[in-house]
């Protein structure tokens, strides 16, 4: 039995962009002053190893309470820059296609309950999908903690299991977990950068994806 | 004499991701909901070129009036987002060093007065040095007549021209006005990108490019 587990941001929602500016905005205003592309690279990967790699990368050491505060004020900013989540293209129809052909999914997320509750709605996504979130593990990726609870959730086999991502942080992750894995342009990483970290096949979006699944050898 | 060519966004002014997000929720407002990441790959083209692909992209033709009042609505939001400019790490330190030096040098940017005075102010760049901007030209990147221009204003040759861009526009724009071209990564762009487009080395940033400067065989 195959299974295909989903990143969420930036792979079935479109999110990166205002998570990027969101982090510059709180950060900022901390006097962590940090460039775009730096915290772009490090979107999906644990909140606590952002948090410690922006303080390393501006040379000021970081207090946990500190990096709590930043990461609470990056979530109200992310919700006040987006108040709304949009799926990315072809994302609800994959994930129905999959639903209505019985072939094990799951999502394995570096976000949390309650804010990444709007994108689950935004896709569609059934109260009984498996959904294994930053809550229900101790450490996030690029450990690959996530797809392994994921995998046990879905019964299937590790050696049956695809991990579908955006970043660089999930294909590490899934490299880890030894699983195989495919990546996503719409993230916004460029498609080298997803090849050298792991990803078997790289495709623009999940409609591209959901065209190409022949690709795969897995169904 | 060698002349080196700036791009500005991206390459010495941090406000890409802020640019791209003002675009995202002036289209979104527009009815014109669009990936981050296809509007990041799209920033630095001249922003008629970019409402045209946009409005492909959706699949809505985009009359030359909605085009006008997209472009003043991300210019708004774009304001309202990033009130201050902050220069990339090193851009002020590298602009200094040329003028200590006298190494021709000048900036060529698809953006437009007054939009970039702030970031020329952030940047230090003094009245007397060479900007040419949107204004100037007919027609933006990738078109190559902003860097023929700034080479023009320069007194430099053609050939002894390399022109520094984060974006694949630069790149193409250079090579089409037959210029060497440098790329750097603070814009957000691959390393890969960079290169298929015709850069001949890539560095992280303009510090990074900074200490580099022995690589490129100008000085």
Redesign the interface.
Known sequence: MRALIFDLDGTLI?T???H??AW?RAL?ESGL?I???K???RIGMSGGLFTRAVAREVGKPLSDDDAGRIQARHGVLFRE?LPER?P??GAVELLRWLRDQKITHGIATSGRHPEIDSSLAALGVPADMVVVDRGDVLRAKPEPDLFLKCQEQLGADIRDCYVVGDAVWDLLAARRAGMLSVGL?????????LTSAGAFRVYR?AADLHRSLDELGIL
């Open positions: 479109d990166v962009y205002a990027v500016f510059q900022a002053a460039d775009g592309w915290i772009h690279r820059l949009r990315l293209p342009l719409s993230g916004g990483y460029g498609w080298d950068e979006d």
